[in-house]
Nanobody, 119 residues
Framework: EVQLVESGGGLVQPGGSLRLSCAAS????????MSWIRQTPGKGLEWVSG????????YYTESVKGRFTISRDNAKNTLYLQMNSLIYEDTAVYYCARLSGSLTAYDYWGQGTQVTVSS
């Protein structure tokens, strides 16, 4: 059974940092590209960042470039998102998701972890 379990969310002040983790199981982790996607009540789902199977390529939405870093440890079957210089607009539920083998959809999602940026 494929499972993705996020952790590391919480309440942080503007300018602060958080590191999200996503523990993967039930599949060969390094066969798949992975992404972080966030959801807010007002904006809906927003793709944040993606990484290829070996971590050699990474991608970011414009609003997080220079502040967020995606990475993966294939030996630990874990995906990470280091978030620095957090701003109010980063408040959201963050999901990790697996990109399907056909590269056309995200076929498995975690349960999400809440990130709240507030003073």
């Amino acid at each position: 059974e494929v499972q993705l379990v996020e952790s590391g969310g919480g309440l942080v002040q503007p300018g602060g940092s958080l590191r999200l983790s996503c523990a993967a199981s039930g599949f060969t982790f390094d066969d798949y590209a992975m992404s972080w996607i966030r959801q807010t009540p007002g904006k809906g789902l927003e793709w944040v960042s993606g990484i290829n199977w070996d971590g050699g390529s990474s991608y970011y939405t414009e609003s997080v470039k220079g502040r967020f870093t995606i990475s993966r440890d294939n030996a630990k079957n874990t995906l990470y998102l280091q978030m620095n210089s957090l701003i109010y607009e980063d408040t959201a539920v963050y999901y990790c998701a697996r990109l399907s083998g056909s590269l056309t959809a995200y076929d498995y999602w975690g349960q999400g972890t809440q990130v709240t940026v507030s003073s």
